[in-house]
């Protein structure tokens, strides 16, 4: 048996450097070739016929079906080494395997963090948000960008014979607003959503930036830039020095010279305020931040725009955390009293609101309606379920990709910018007056 070379191991012993690095067709991605005998055949011998048996009648990867495997060696290569590439080379410098381009399988991420090979393909295909615990999940997606995995497209095409798939892209993501994906679920799903596209798309993370990290020389490096949230111009300028090709998400345009995609959060907002003033309501209070902010902007053109009187001791300036939430509906409930209705800026605020609401429900007397902006996992599980306006971060998060993808290539050159709309998920949370 011919030995096979491998830039990051080379040995003179029989697929010496294969087992960790790949597999042949028919066998899971990501199990060693060792334990795959018994069980799966090369190309062209059927699915169960162990490795024995096909030899002299099949051929591997790359080599016509009929050649004897023992005829292969010197013209074919294994799956996952490029076709073309010599078993018997023992010095190939522009061929370099690296664990984050090869495929793995479904199983190596189950085993990783374990839990079972369905979890980790719901997870991963985005099939619900209630498959697995957040804690499973962050798991998953960190074992996932880990070893480079890919979908299962990527394997069906190598089993149809199609041509080999070009090197995985690099790009890095800046998270422009927050400090830790922790700190909001908006983000964390939206940044979660943008894995799996990218996964799709063969594309790999190489860094996660935070804009108060001034890590910046790192995206030089990558192929591309997704910035997720707000940010200024002064950092926008810092990240086109580095790299000339980005793309932004954000709640409206920043009106910068680089693509975007948009949901108009001064839309969401008239939107959520439409439908409590449709409600009756007409003292209707406000959390969330007030500088700078569409959703505020939204919030005081609704008023306007209706002929209702803004009333200021019912606008709570806060971070739009949780925790800044809830202390300002404290303050709003204990300076007044008069109104009927909440908008806050983000679901965060609201589930904070909802949960003082619960606790206070035999004191307060009367029912107030609140209703905000997101549409996050958690909102489907408050008590009363929370009406909000959904943002749709899957399709964002794919087009942001995609446009991406498409500069890197150079497929287009002039500024892009593309508006999803919002719509309104009407649950519990909102009375008629």
Known sequence: ????????????NPFAATPQEFVILGCPLGIPLAAAPQEFAILGCPLGIPFAAAPQEFAILGCPLGIPL????????????????????????????????????????????????????????????TCASKEVRDKIFDAARKIGYQPDENARKLKNHSKAQNPARHISIVLARIKALDDDPFFYELFRSLEISLFENHTVIDHVVYAEDKLFQDISKSQGVIILGRCSQKLLTQILALNSNVVGIWRNSMNFNVDEVVCDGKKAAELAMKHLISLGHK????????????????????????NIPMNYEWIKQTDQTGESGRTAFYELLETSNNFSAVFCANDVTAVSVLKILKEIKRKAGRKISVISIDNIEESENTSPFLTTINIPRKEMAHMAVTLLMDRISKKHSETVRIEFPCRIVNRSSCYPV
């Not at 370099?96 to 997870?123: C, D």
């Open 283 to 306: 003292n209707i209070a406000y959390i969330g931040d007030c500088s700078y902010e569409s959703r505020y902007i939204g919030y005081c053109n609704s008023l306007i725009n209706n």
């Open 1 to 12: 048996m011919s030995t096979i070379y491998n830039t990051n191991v080379c040995s003179n």
């Open 70 to 129: 023992a005829a292969a060696p010197q013209e074919f290569a294994i799956l996952g080494c490029p076709l073309g590439i010599l078993f018997e080379t023992d010095v190939l410098p522009s061929f370099t395997i690296t664990k984050r381009s090869y495929l793995m399988s479904l199983k190596k991420i189950a085993q990783m963090t374990g839990v079972s090979p369905s979890t980790v393909s719901r997870v991963l295909n985005n099939t619900s948000s």
